[in-house]
Structures are given as C-alpha cells and as structure tokens.
C-alpha cells in the first residue's frame, strides 16, 4: 500500500544499506497482537516469522505487557545489583532447564543479543579448559559478533573479516535429506555403530573425532565443540538421532565441554523447551536468547553447569546484563507458555503445518523436503535437475507477503521455506496460512 511504500522510500534514503527484508513487496509495520501484524496501510498478516523466532508468545501478549508496563514504571536498570525480576527469571530458567542441568546450572546475563550469550559461552569454554580450539559446523549461524562470527560455517557472513578467531575448525553437520548409503557402521566412531542408520551422522562424528583426536590434524588445544541442536539458519537441519549423543560421547572422552547454541531452537520453539530435550543430550554450556525476552525485549543468557562456575567476580562483564523489563518480560512468557500448555500445542500445530507442506511434496519434485519439530520447520526447494533453489524460495517468500502471511528464508543456498510462527497461532490461522503457503508453491513450482 502506499503508507508502506513511503515508509520503505524514507527507510531507503537515510537506512543502513545493510538492513534485509523482501524488498519487492513493501511491508512497513504498524501494530502486532498475537499471531497477526498490521501494515501502514491497514492490510493484516498472519506472522508465520514472528521476528526471527522471537516473539513465542505473540505480539503485544497481554499477560506479558501487563508487567511490562507495571515494572517499565518502578525501575528498568540495575546491571548486576539484585532485583526480584532477576532471581525469578534465573529460578524460573531453571525450572525449565534441560532435566540433566536442573537444580545444578548458572545462568550469566551477557548482554542483550544473542551474539553476546555465544561470546560468553566461548569465554567461558576457554576459560574452563585453559584451550583455544573450537569445534563448530558448516552452515552453523551463531552471531555477527567477531567470536561468534569465527563459529559460524558460511563464508558469507565473515569472508571480508578475517582474521577472526585462529583455531576454529568446521566439521560437516549432518544433512539427512541427502544421506547417502555409503557404510555408516563401518565409519561411525561410537561403540557398535551406534549411527549406523545414517551415513551423513556417521561421518559427521567421524570428523569431528579426526579434529579432535588425530595427531596430524585438527585442533592442538581444543576448548570445546559449539553445534545447534537444529540448525536454524543453515535451513532448519533436523539431526538424526545419535549426532548429539555422539558429540557428548567425544566432548567426554577429550573432557571439553559441549556447548548447545539454543537461540534459535530454544524456548519452546521445538515443542520443547530446549531443542536437545528430543535427543535426551545435556550439554555443559547452553545459550539462549530471541524469544527469552517475552515479547520482542532484547536479553540473552548463557546458561552452565555449575562445575564450570570458575569466573571470579567481574571477569565477564556487560552493562546491559540488568535489564529489569526484559527479565521481567522473560518470566512472564515462561509462565505464559506453560499455563497454556503451548509446548504440546507447538507440537501439534507443527505436525499439521509438516503435513500440509508433505502433501504438496507428495508429488512435486521440486521439494526435496519437509522437516522439522514442533513450530521449527523447514521445505527445501530445488529445480528441476535438483540444483539448490533459492529464486523458487524467493518468489514464494514475495507470493506469502503478497497474499498476507509472513514468511522466512533459510539455508545455505537461500533455498529453504523457513516457518517460525507464534507459538500462540491458533489453528484456524495456520489453515489459513498454510493455504497461502500451498498455492504459492504450486504457483511459484509450476
Ligand atoms: N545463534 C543462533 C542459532 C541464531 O539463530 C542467531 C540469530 N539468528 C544467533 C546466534 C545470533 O543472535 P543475535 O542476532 O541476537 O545476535
């Protein structure tokens, strides 16, 4: 509408060049309520982005802005001095926390973004090890910070800043959609070929085990293996089970810590509250952000096994790492997601909006998968020699924007239908999106 594209003009004009966000369809942001959004000119979307997996409870939640406003009024900074918001957030993490670090975590507020929790969790790892090599993942996404960018697998992002961190090394992360049937059990590092049942999780392990443990390569010193539990922007990677169970297993035997990256994944997104709950793996060091602000506040926590609470006071500092609204905020959406049972609800609408996007795949080669858990899901397009196909996934990114449903992109190729709705979409809502969504493949496939 025409609001939008003088919002959009003015943004051009005086904006970073770096800003994204679909340029062909103006879009520019009035008002949010739950799973829906409202543009300058009065059209209403159906948020199937919801900011990048932010904002879990919906836009503007009530429940939430209701203590929003309360403690917006009585006090919004301390950095480190206690506040009543603050002991409830980190009791309340732990009540949700991964059940093998319940009751035996800490929690460090870095500073507002998730970069800031991937930083401390990499200060921490070496800290903790006195090493400086970190194992991560092609295709991994962990921040836009220097650290944070070492870790992350796609030359993309960091190509024109090196050098960054020196010893970091990629492994491969497994990509079940084209596993091959080489011999998994033979490659497989664990006892008995615990992955035998998948070739791309076999050898993922294998390397990361070559890293760390083969004297003519890899890591002198390592430090720590950093993965996501499911890749988010990589173009929402779904691990077969055993990839963590094996991390853990390599992260024990070279006694480093095993960090699970749960910005993207955390807080529900999965159907539940930590992606690792699917693979029962607990990791050493976890980080979490986005959605932990309730409703679109910018906090970040790295959360550790109190083992590795070595840190002497102040050796890790943040300004921001005190902010009361987004604390209170945080505590809140807990309570929220858990009084309506939005865990179970997430898995349920998850398993419709996979069936929907399965149907359309049923017949159609231009998906090459449908994957993902609970409101993490991802459909990868290719074309018709089954070449990555990023122009299919834009063009049905502009239709969804077109026809009133946000949507996102992943994956290394630009090539992945990327849906992180609210986890408070009602079903009527997600019928409606996802008849967006089916036309517009069969549009944009035809
Ligand atoms: N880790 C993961 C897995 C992410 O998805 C992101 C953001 N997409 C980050 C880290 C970085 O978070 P932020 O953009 O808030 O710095």
Known sequence: ?????????????????????????????????????????????????????????????????EAVHEQADKLVHTVDFPTEARLELIEKLDEIAPPGLRGQNRVVF???????????????????????????????????????????????FKGEYTPLLSDVVHAKYPTPATD?????????????????????????????????????????????????????????????EGFLTGLRELADANDIPLIFDEIQSGFGRSGQWWASEWYDVTPDIMTTAKALGGVGFPLSATIYHEDLDTWG????????????????????????????????????????IRGRLSQVAADNPRILDVRGKGLFVGCEFVDSDGNPDGDAADALQDYCFEHGVLVWK?????????????????????????????????????
């Open 110 to 156: 870095g500073g507002p973004t998730g970069s800031d929790a991937v930083e401390a969790a990499i200060k921490l790892a070496k800290y903790n090890t006195g090493g400086d090599g970190l194992i991560a993942f092609r295709g991994a996404y962990h921040g836009a910070t220097s650290g944070a960018m070492s870790l992350t697998g796609n030359k993309k």
């Open 1 to 65: 509408g025409p609001n939008s594209r003088e919002l959009l003009e003015r943004q051009r004009e005086i904006d970073s060049s770096a800003v994204a966000y679909p340029e062909d369809v103006p879009v520019a942001f009035e008002e949010g309520k739950g799973a829906t959004v409202r543009d300058a000119d009065g059209n209403t979307f159906i948020d199937m982005f919801a900011g990048i997996g932010v904002l879990n409870v919906g836009h503007a939640n009530p429940y939430v802005m």
């Open 313 to 352: 006071s102040g050796d890790h500092a943040g300004t921001y790492r005190g902010h009361v609204v987004a604390m209170r905020a945080g505590s809140r959406a807990i309570e929220y997601i858990q009084e309506h049972d939005l865990l179970a609800h997430a898995r349920d609408l998850g398993e419709y």
């Open 410 to 446: 992943a994956g290394r190729h630009g090539n992945v239908l990327r849906l992180l709705p609210p986890l408070v979409l009602t079903e009527d809502l997600a019928e409606t999106a996802m008849d967006v969504v089916v036309e517009g493949i069969e549009t944009v496939t035809a």
């Open 180 to 240: 091959s049937n080489g011999d998994a059990a033979a490659l497989c590092p664990r006892d008995g070929g615990a992955c035998c049942e998948s070739f791309s999780c076999a050898r993922a392990l294998r390397e990361v085990k070559e890293i760390l443990e083969d004297p003519y390569g890899g890591l002198a010193n390592p430090a720590g293996i950093f993965v996501e539990p499911i890749q988010g922007e990589g173009g929402v990677i779904v691990p077969p």
